[in-house]
């Protein structure tokens, strides 16, 4: 199993932003997703956002919609600005690679190590 490289967490104060960055040994193919998931201390992990390799199609969660953006950064790595960050955003947040556009957590093969965003009031 390929493991993701996740960086750019960090602690900020509410309405401030973040940008993470993933990066995927080798390549990503075209034919590959990329999504951007999270997860609360005593929570299930929430999908945030995702981008279709080879047409640049988005899909966001409503938590992420108008806040968040999913980009290209290289051939091998993908990015989420996080912008307007409140306190409830606190999560450790995970890159993972998948072939389904899809929002589950099941149809993602490869997963990063995860980074800690925290969100100060």
């Known amino acids: 199993q390929v493991h993701l490289v996740e960086s750019g967490g960090g602690s900020v104060q509410a309405g401030g932003s973040l940008r993470l960055s993933c990066a995927a040994p080798?390549?990503?193919?075209?034919?590959?997703?990329m999504g951007w998931f999270r997860q609360a201390p005593r929570k299930g992990r929430e999908f945030l956002a995702l981008?279709?390799?080879?047409?640049?199609?988005t899909l966001y969660s409503d938590s992420a919609k108008g806040r968040f953006t999913i980009s290209k950064e290289s051939a091998t790595s993908v990015t989420l600005q996080l912008n307007a960050l409140k306190p409830e955003d606190t999560a450790v947040y995970y890159c993972?690679?998948?072939?389904?556009?899809?929002?589950?957590?099941?149809?993602?093969?490869?997963w990063g190590q995860g980074t800690q965003v925290t969100v100060a009031s």
């Open positions: 993972a690679k998948g072939t389904q556009y899809s929002t589950a957590v099941l149809d993602y093969t490869s």
């Open positions: 080798g390549r990503i193919y075209s034919s590959s997703v």
């Open positions: 981008i279709r390799w080879n047409t640049g199609r």
